[in-house]
C-alpha cells in the first residue's frame, strides 16, 4: 500500500473483453480531445468512431489494446497495430488530464513499445504541441536518440495537414 499522499502505482496491462467499457469510456474522452485537431463530430448517437478500439479488443494478433492504470483509476489507453508486421504502430494514445504532467504518459509509452522491441512509427499532428514535445521524448528513451521524423498527407483526409510520423526502433524492457 501507498504511503499516505503518495501517488498510486502505475499498471500498464494488456486490455481484455471485461475492460471494453472502461475503454470505451476513456475512447470517447480520446476522440473528444483529439477533435480539434481531427475535425471529427461524435456520430448521431452521441458516440465517436471506434472501429479502431474495436478491432483491438478482437482476437487479432496484428492489434492490441492496454489499460493504464493508476491505482484503480483506469487513466488511459493505448492502442497499437501492426504487431505483426516489420514496424509496429501506435494507433492511439490517451492520458487523462488529472494524471498528465506527472510522467505516467511516458511511461505507459515506454512499457507499450518496450514489451515489442522493434521497428516503431507514431503519426502525430505538428498543431498539437503536448504530442510534437511527447514523442521525440519516447523515442529518445527507448532509442538512444535515434529516431527520425517525416510529414505525410493524411490517407484520404487532404482536408487536413500532414501527419508527422516519428520513427524508431525500441528495445526490449530488460
Do not use: K
Not at 497495430?81 to 492520458?95: G, K, Y
Not at 503519426?123 to 505525410?152: G, I, Y
Request: glycine share 6%.
Amino acid at each position: 500500500m501507498p504511503a499516505a499522499g503518495a501517488p498510486a502505482p502505475l499498471t500498464v496491462r494488456r486490455a481484455t473483453s471485461t475492460d471494453r467499457v472502461v475503454l470505451e469510456h476513456l475512447w470517447a474522452l480520446f476522440c473528444h480531445d483529439l477533435s480539434p485537431v481531427t475535425d471529427e463530430l461524435p456520430d448521431s448517437s452521441g458516440r465517436f468512431r471506434h472501429e479502431r478500439l474495436d478491432r483491438a479488443l478482437e482476437d487479432d494478433a496484428g492489434w492490441a489494446a492496454s489499460l493504464v492504470l493508476r491505482g484503480p483509476s483506469p487513466v488511459g489507453l493505448v492502442v497499437v497495430r501492426s504487431l505483426d508486421a516489420d514496424e509496429r504502430r501506435l494507433n492511439s494514445f490517451f492520458v487523462v488530464a488529472a494524471a498528465r504532467r506527472h510522467g505516467h504518459g511516458l511511461a505507459a509509452a515506454l512499457a507499450v513499445v518496450r514489451a515489442h522491441p522493434g521497428p516503431w512509427a507514431v503519426a502525430f499532428q505538428d498543431v498539437n504541441a503536448a504530442a510534437r514535445a511527447f514523442w521525440p521524448r519516447v523515442a529518445s528513451a527507448c532509442s538512444d536518440d535515434t529516431w527520425t521524423l517525416e510529414h505525410l498527407p493524411v490517407r484520404g483526409r487532404p482536408d487536413l495537414a500532414p501527419d508527422t510520423w516519428i520513427r524508431f526502433t525500441s528495445r526490449s524492457a530488460g
